[in-house]
């Protein structure tokens, strides 16, 4: 397993564009998270799945922005009408749930956007 | 919601000792997690602590107090490669992992 796997690494886009990024998770692993992350921050939780099912989306997850994930495996997360205060780094992660001994989260090298 | 506070910046000599706090005020407190950032790379697991008391893993040690709402990093023998960001989280009954906003650890030579 080559770990949690997100494309693009870099994604520059003018503002007003729609983009989407993607996360393949480590197989297996039912519970994949997103997170946004801005240069001297923690990353800030936005969504998360439990297989395929949406079960909880932060306030910061404005109606802008989707994420999905239709067969519990890849996700998908779309920004609509992008502005620059979307510009951040988009981190995903996937643990593999089910007790407090599966809770780990493993990260992906993440995808960083630049609205210009 | 969630309060996750540990300081911004540390630095420290190679060889010597650093430690981190962390004290974090969250409902539905599971256990507490630290990650190592590199600049421009994705956050690597250190620890996690379910349980009150220091556990050791090689340089880096981490502490739990659930009482006091406080956790530690400590970090021995440092080496250059160590100057990166750690960060703190909470793990709440929800799932999720609310995290501080970092401490940038700098080793000096």
């Known amino acids: 397993d080559t770990g949690v796997s997100q494309n693009p690494r870099h994604k520059i886009t003018k503002r007003g564009q729609n983009v989407t990024f993607r996360c393949d998770p480590i197989?297996?692993?039912?519970?994949l998270y997103w997170y946004r992350q801005t240069l001297g921050q923690g990353p800030e939780f936005l969504t998360y799945f439990q297989n395929e099912a949406q079960l909880e989306k932060s306030r910061l997850l404005s109606d802008r922005f989707s994420a999905e994930r239709p067969k519990g495996s890849f996700s998908t997360l779309e920004i609509q009408r992008t502005e620059q205060g979307d510009s951040a780094m988009y981190l995903c992660?996937?643990?593999?749930?089910?007790?407090?001994?599966?809770?780990?989260?493993?990260f992906g090298q993440g995808t960083r956007l630049t609205v210009v | 919601g969630q309060n996750i506070d540990q300081p911004t910046e540390m630095t420290a000599t190679e060889g010597a000792i650093v430690q981190i706090n962390c004290t974090y005020q969250?409902?539905?407190?599971?256990?507490l997690f630290w990650y190592q950032q590199h600049a421009g790379e994705a956050p690597t697991f250190l620890s996690y602590?379910?349980?009150?008391g220091l556990e050791e893993k090689g340089r880096f040690s981490s502490f739990l107090s659930r009482s006091k709402g406080y956790s530690y990093l400590l970090l021995k023998e440092l080496q250059m490669k160590d100057s990166a960001s750690y960060l703190c989280?909470?793990?709440?009954?929800?799932?999720?992992?609310?995290f501080g906003a970092g401490t940038t650890v700098t080793v000096r030579a």
């Open positions: 197989s297996e692993h039912n519970r």
């Open positions: 992660a996937s643990s593999p749930g089910g007790g407090i001994g599966n809770t780990e989260a493993f």
């Open positions: 969250t409902s539905g407190f599971n256990g």
């Open positions: 602590n379910v349980l009150d």
């Open positions: 989280a909470a793990h709440t009954n929800d799932y999720k992992l609310s």
